[in-house]
């Protein structure tokens, strides 16, 4: 084989292998969570004794820490300056739905058992956990309870995402815009 065509092919698998080394695993992962103001048919109520229920595990969750300055640290929330779905936000609250939690922080995900990160919103009206990992793709999985009218309804999903797209999942009542962004 000849030296252009080993270089060619050398480039080529670089190329592949690169989204793989991307980042080296640090993200920033800004999440809004929102919901609509109206009651949809088909929300079923969670219920904690059906055979398959899962409540989300909060126990061993962690919180995000306040941010204290650059350079980020793990779990450490990003300041609002940083966010990016300012504007996704203020749009949905234009549109008559209602902005639940708008947060994001600072993660290496590595891909092995990655810690989960506990939500709870300032009106105590979601609860739960959120997981980010890394194989090929991003994996976020929410496992969200939204209390409303004394009924608890859960988000949980698991969705695989790239990186730098804003990534939409879907609830009857209630949903999440998600935004990962490699550093």
């Known amino acids: 084989m000849t030296n252009p065509i080993r270089s060619m092919l050398c480039a080529l698998l670089l190329c592949l292998a690169a989204p793989t080394f991307a980042a080296n695993g640090n993200y920033t992962i800004e999440v809004v969570i929102f919901a609509q103001n109206g009651y949809n048919a088909g929300a079923l109520p969670f219920d904690a004794s059906a055979p398959n229920a899962q409540p989300p595990a909060t126990s061993g969750a962690r919180y995000i820490s306040s941010y204290n300055g650059s350079p980020y640290s793990q779990l450490e929330a990003m300041p609002s300056s940083s966010f990016v779905l300012g504007d996704d936000a203020a749009?949905?609250?234009?549109?008559?739905?209602?902005?639940?939690?708008?947060?994001?922080?600072f993660q290496n995900v590595s891909t092995g058992r990655n810690p989960e990160i506990r939500i709870n919103s300032a009106d105590g009206n979601v609860d739960g956990v959120i997981r980010v990992d890394r194989s090929r793709y991003l994996h976020f999985k929410p496992n969200l309870l939204l209390t409303r009218g004394g009924s608890e309804y859960q988000l949980k999903q698991s969705r695989r995402m790239r990186s730098q797209e804003l990534h939409y999942l879907d609830h009857p009542l209630f949903g999440m815009l998600v935004y990962a962004r490699p550093i």
């Open 91 to 105: 749009r949905l609250r234009r549109e008559g739905y209602q902005i639940l939690w708008h947060g994001g922080w």
